[in-house]
């Protein structure tokens, strides 16, 4: 069965300091993954995925299928980068499978 | 730029009431979806619509039901609220395939007391 995990809850960093959010999932066929953020009181929006292989706000994300891992970073945190970030898994029956979410806070 | 509307913020029910929660789309997306979200759960699938009058059970169905009566929207009902209801939902649409971002309304925070 498909499954994403997002290892960690909570994740603080200093402002400048590199940022890494973890996402391992499980799925047997081909996946195509995203992540999703969520600012204070705004809504849910993509934040990038695997296949348009681009930087979004600084941050990328490599599909390892060797470690079936898609590790969000950044080299240097900004406050403004303090949010919530959802992993996420799409089997190709254009349904999301989510993780549980990891916060992010950038301390100034 | 794609709207996605919900029809309350916050809303506050009783257990045992019926509850319908709207959401609209502006885009003639095809598809629709339901999710709660809940902290340390993540974002879980209720529902989700592929068509009009067409549904499908998400990953959670048990307590809900939906309608899609038109295109542009899709409604969550509650039977009969309970509180372990009381959570975050969030509707969400998209184009058919190829696999295309899901854009989000802004939620709707339900309390059942």
């Known amino acids: 069965a498909q499954r994403v995990t997002q290892p960690e809850k909570l994740l603080s960093v200093f402002k400048g300091a590199p940022v890494e959010l973890k996402c391992n999932y499980s799925?047997?066929?081909?996946?195509?993954l995203f992540w999703y953020v969520q600012y204070s009181r705004q809504r849910l929006q993509l934040l990038l995925r695997h296949i348009s292989r681009e930087s979004i706000k600084g941050f990328t994300a490599d599909l390892n299928k060797g470690e079936t891992s898609f590790h969000l970073k950044k080299p240097f945190a900004q406050e403004e980068d303090s949010a919530m970030y959802y992993c996420?898994?799409?089997?190709?029956?254009?349904?999301?499978?989510f993780g549980t979410g990891t916060r992010l806070t950038v301390i100034p | 730029d794609v709207k996605v509307t919900q029809s309350s913020r916050y809303l506050v029910k009783r257990t045992g009431e019926k509850v319908f929660l709207e959401c609209v789309q502006d885009?003639?997306?095809?598809?629709m979806f339901w999710y709660r979200q809940d902290p340390g759960l993540g974002l879980r699938l209720i529902y989700f619509?592929?068509?009009?009058?067409?549904?499908e059970k998400g990953d959670i169905p048990e307590g809900y039901s939906v309608s899609r009566e038109k295109k542009e929207r899709f409604s969550l009902i509650l039977e009969s609220a309970s509180t372990n209801q009381t959570s975050m939902y969030l509707c969400?649409?998209?184009?058919?395939?190829?696999?295309?971002?899901?854009?989000f309304g802004p939620g709707t925070r339900l309390t059942v007391l």
């Open positions: 885009m003639d997306h095809e598809n």
């Open positions: 996420a898994l799409e089997t190709g029956a254009n349904n999301l499978f």
């Open positions: 799925y047997s066929g081909s996946p195509e």
């Open positions: 969400a649409t998209n184009r058919t395939p190829p696999r295309d971002e899901q854009f």
């Open positions: 619509s592929y068509d009009v009058k067409m549904k």
